[in-house]
């Protein structure tokens, strides 16, 4: 099983749509999760940290389900500009050090 | 801040050529990392670095090296380019307290072609 498993898509969605992302991880020790947004030939950039509680950030919404190994990232009433590949970020403790591990990525493209 | 700066932007090699790619950062992080992205792939780590002297092996690392001699620079070299090295390259730095929560800020990546 892979460390960090997500769903490539592309998921096509018209604007205004709630999308929702999945992102499974194998190491139950991972204590710290994000997502990143990367457009097409550019470099990653944080787009949210996934706290335990959960957190939102306008119409985004990030969440973390321990018992499960999962992380989702809900995004409500899509904009064209959503349109990008987003990653999901896991940091298990390795060696003494957290250590990035990212996922390959989920696709969306909003359509008008 | 210039953030995390990566040259060159493109190169392009012959099958056996060597290569340095220049990362820097102005930020004071002391965690740095070399990524590469093959197309329609996660990024896959080659070397990490916790700080100035100290580096260490990633998921992918043979074919290349590092090294930080200083807290602002991570150098990734390629020694015999190959084919299977055509990639875009991404290094990243990050400020670590040790907990695993800190923030990677990336460069805007080489995009390597070996022919």
């Known amino acids: 099983r892979k460390e960090v498993e997500q769903d490539p898509g592309p998921f096509n969605v018209p604007e205004g749509a709630t999308v929702a992302f999945n992102c499974t991880y194998s190491?139950?020790?991972?204590?710290?999760f994000f997502w990143y947004r990367q457009d097409c030939r550019k470099e990653p950039k944080l787009l949210m940290s996934v706290y335990s509680s959960g957190n939102e950030d306008g119409r985004f919404t990030a969440q973390l389900n321990r018992a499960s190994q999962y992380i989702s990232l809900l995004i409500r009433d899509s904009k064209l500009s959503d349109s990008a590949t987003y990653l999901c970020?896991?940091?298990?403790?390795?060696?003494?050090?957290?250590?990035?591990?990212f996922g390959r990525g989920t696709s969306l493209i909003v359509h008008p | 801040n210039a953030g995390v700066t990566q040259t060159p932007k493109f190169r392009i090699l012959k099958i056996g050529q060597s290569m340095t790619l220049q990362c820097a950062q102005d930020m004071n992080h002391n965690y740095m990392y070399w990524y590469r992205q093959d197309p329609g792939m996660g990024l896959k780590l080659i070397y990490y670095?916790?700080?100035?002297?100290?580096?260490d092996k990633g998921e992918v690392p043979n074919g290349y090296n590092v090294s930080r001699s200083t807290t602002e620079d991570f150098p990734l070299r390629l020694e015999l380019a190959a084919p299977s090295q055509t990639s875009v390259y991404f290094c990243?730095?990050?400020?670590?307290?040790?907990?695993?929560?800190?923030?990677?800020?990336f460069g805007p990546g080489t995009r390597l072609t070996v022919l």
């Open positions: 970020v896991v940091n298990p403790l390795s060696g003494g050090s957290y250590i990035p591990t």
């Open positions: 670095s916790v700080g100035a002297g100290i580096t």
């Open positions: 990243a730095s990050s400020y670590s307290k040790g907990q695993g929560t800190d923030t990677q800020y």
């Open positions: 190491n139950s020790a991972s204590q710290s």
